[in-house]
């Protein structure tokens, strides 16, 4: 406080002062309230002290009272224990005495005991006696009780001997079994060499039950191993293992069974029957984890199942096309590749729908295991087909002889060796495929398997309809003209040794239509043979009297009848000159146009490209005027005979007075046949194949 008075000037006093005086004030009001709070308190407190003053009062002569009466008792209870003491300590010493004595005879009677344990198979009791006199035995074996040791150790090995042919017996049951080492244990005897042989036979128990399932219950091995943990509590990682063996090796039989391609209903009854039994296990040792490790295994075997389903389907679609007939011999019944379509188209549909039905069964069902499983199973059977329908496809290209893409070589099937019936029906499989059975299959999957979504959505969804059908779309398109070209082609071969074989420039004067225009309509029967089996529709007769090209016949050309009065060299150069002109102002006519799934479209398709070949290998030749009459020749009567191919007369018509063109041009002396001669040679060849086969018209 001097302190402050020295150091601080006035108006700092005077502050200080106001800032004490209110502390103060603050102070005597918080001391004002705690009275307050605490004054009922203060209240009960003072009456409590004046009750406890008033009761208190009488309190010391009931305590003198009461202490007057222990001394009392006291004092007789000292006067009866001196009058007693010499008779209790009598009574002890003979009681100690009695007891004694009961010891001596239980000693004496043991071996008695013991044989008579022996006789009723009470091992327990004989080794309850046996321990309980074994310290007596070892203080006191070498004196009286020498004999009645040696008897008794003599039972006691009896009874080990009982003990452990129980133990080995496999008709006695595990609870005797385990009661027998337990008693051994209490012999001392070493159990611990009996823990190997044990678990071999029950190794070899528990192999048994693998083979022979009904010999035993999963109840009774589930007590097996409860005993054996109780027999050998060190012996658990071992029994671990056993039971991890034992599951591993009976899902494995089911995986064997997968390969025999076993109905859903009997793969669900052995997966939930292994369910079950990992489950009573897992109660005796869960540190197996059987459940985890079957409900992961159960996972990959249905997986597995469903793909090997898939794969059998496959397997089955294709032996069906492997056993299409081949027109290579030329012969080939009537509807016979119609069958082998129609039986196609139903392994297919009604081997999807039976999948369905077969999958159908994995989520029907309440069970835990199932489940569980659900959403799992759904998307797996969706992943199925997307990818059965997708690996179908790439096997319907192998079939084909044909790679899915330039970069892929397929060397297991030859074009060659492919039939080319198989190769239409392949592309009209896919159409099949495409506008019947994806629908179908995308309806059901609708229908009865919705949901799943266990699957990653960055994977998308596991069936798209759309993509399967845009891919069996193009894959019908490029079969179809596989077909096409692979007749071509060997159609085209036969025109090329036609037309390569003999010198044109020397040929002899034409004496009839040539034996290649039989092998030619030959082909194109077995071309429309097999498309009126596969594809729909029906060849239609429209008989085009307009045409955009020329379409006049050699017979009625005027033209070529005024050539006829004409010299050779001035007659050449003229009809060359006229044709170019005519080509001129003649109006475009679009040929090759887009091929459909028709008969009338395929044939013609075929058609146009053998006739654009046949003027091609023309134009590399040249011709003598022998040769460029038998070329006339053999294209007029084509000209007749094919318009029972087609109904495009027009086109046909176009193409074969091109090829007539082209042999006109490569003629050194272009002088057709006369119309008479023309009419006459065809007249005879169509008279001769009147009598060969009678019945054709």
């Known amino acids: 406080m001097n302190v402050l008075v020295q150091q601080s000037n006035l108006e700092a006093l005077l502050q200080r002062h106001v800032k004490m005086a209110a502390e103060i004030k603050n102070l005597d009001t918080d001391l004002q309230m705690l009275v307050y709070e605490n004054y009922n308190k203060f209240i009960s407190a003072t009456d409590t002290i004046k009750r406890m003053k008033t009761n208190i009062v009488g309190m010391e002569a009931n305590m003198e009272q009461l202490l007057s009466k222990i001394t009392s008792v006291q004092s007789r209870s000292d006067t009866v224990n001196t009058s007693l003491f010499d008779k209790r300590e009598n009574i002890e010493k003979l009681h100690r005495t009695r007891n004694l004595l009961r010891k001596v005879q239980f000693i004496y009677d043991l071996p008695t005991r013991l044989n008579k344990c022996i006789k009723t198979e009470a091992y327990a009791d004989a080794v309850r006696f046996f321990t309980g006199a074994k310290p007596i035995f070892e203080a006191y074996g070498d004196t009286s009780f020498h004999d009645c040791k040696k008897a008794s150790e003599e039972a006691i090995d009896l009874v080990t001997q009982h003990l452990k042919t129980k133990l080995y017996s496999d008709s006695e049951p595990i609870e005797s079994r385990a ?197 799992l199973v759904i998307d797996w059977v969706q992943e199925g087909f997307q990818d059965f329908f997708q690996k179908l496809d790439g096997h319907f290209h192998m079939l084909s002889g044909r790679s899915k893409s330039p970069s892929q070589e397929m060397e297991s099937v030859q074009i060659d060796k492919v039939p080319t019936a198989l190769v239409l029906m392949l592309a009209q499989l896919c159409v099949f495929i495409e506008q019947t059975a994806i629908p179908k299959v995308t309806e059901e999957l609708a229908s009865s398997f919705s949901g799943g979504g266990a699957r990653s959505y960055e994977y998308g969804p596991p069936f798209v309809p759309g993509e399967i059908c845009r891919l069996y779309r193009s894959s019908g398109e490029k079969f179809l003209h596989h077909y096409i070209n692979m007749k071509t082609q060997k159609i085209s071969k036969l025109l090329n040794k036609r037309f390569t074989t003999p010198v044109w420039i020397k040929h002899k004067e034409p004496r009839e239509v040539n034996m290649f225009v039989d092998l030619l309509l030959l082909e194109f029967n077995g071309v429309v043979s097999e498309v009126k089996q596969v594809l729909p529709g029906l060849i239609r007769r429209h008989r085009h009297s307009d045409s955009t090209g020329s379409t006049t016949s050699s017979r009625s050309n005027p033209m070529r009848e005024d050539m006829l009065n004409r010299s050779n060299t001035h007659r050449a150069r003229s009809q060359f000159l006229e044709n170019h002109l005519a080509k001129l102002f003649e109006q475009k006519m679009e040929i090759f146009t887009k091929v459909e799934y028709t008969q009338e479209s395929v044939i013609s398709a075929v058609l146009k490209l053998c006739l654009k070949s046949l003027q091609e290998f023309v134009r590399l030749q040249t011709f003598n005027r022998s040769g460029f009459q038998q070329i006339q020749l053999d294209m007029e009567f084509l000209k007749t005979s094919l318009k029972e191919f087609v109904d495009d007369e027009a086109a046909i018509s176009f193409l074969l007075k091109e090829v007539n063109n082209a042999a006109h041009e490569r003629c050194l002396d272009p002088i057709p046949l006369e119309p008479p001669i023309l009419d006459k040679l065809i007249n005879a060849k169509l008279a001769k194949i009147k009598e060969q086969s009678p019945n054709m018209q």
Not at 220 to 249: C, G, M, V, W
Not at 261 to 289: F, Q
Not at 306 to 315: E, K
Not at 330 to 335: A, F, N, P, V
């Open 179 to 375: 009661e027998a080492v337990v008693l051994l244990k209490q012999l001392n005897f070493p159990v611990d060499s009996l823990k190997s042989n044990l678990l071999e036979k029950l190794e070899d128990c528990l192999l048994n039950f693998q083979k022979e399932p009904t010999q035993a219950s999963i109840g009774d091995i589930s007590k097996t191993f409860r005993a054996y943990l109780i027999i050998f509590p060190d012996s658990e990682k071992r029994l671990i293992e056993l039971a991890q063996a034992l599951f591993s090796n009976r899902y494995e039989t089911v995986r064997e069974n997968l390969r025999k391609r076993i109905p859903s209903t009997d793969l669900l009854a052995m997966l939930r029957s292994l369910w079950e039994d990992a489950t009573a296990i897992d109660e005796v040792i869960p540190e197996a984890a059987l459940p985890a490790f079957s409900l992961e295994t159960t996972r990959d075997i249905i997986r597995q199942h469903i793909a090997t389903a898939f794969l059998h389907l496959q397997s089955e679609i294709s032996d069906v096309l492997a056993r299409t007939p081949s027109t290579s011999n030329g012969k080939l019944e009537e509807s016979q590749l119609q069958t082998a379509m129609e039986t196609s188209k139903v392994k297919v549909l009604q081997g999807c729908i039976d999948l369905l039905q077969e999958f159908h069964h994995l989520i029907d069902g309440n069970t835990e295991l199932l489940v569980k499983l659900r959403d």
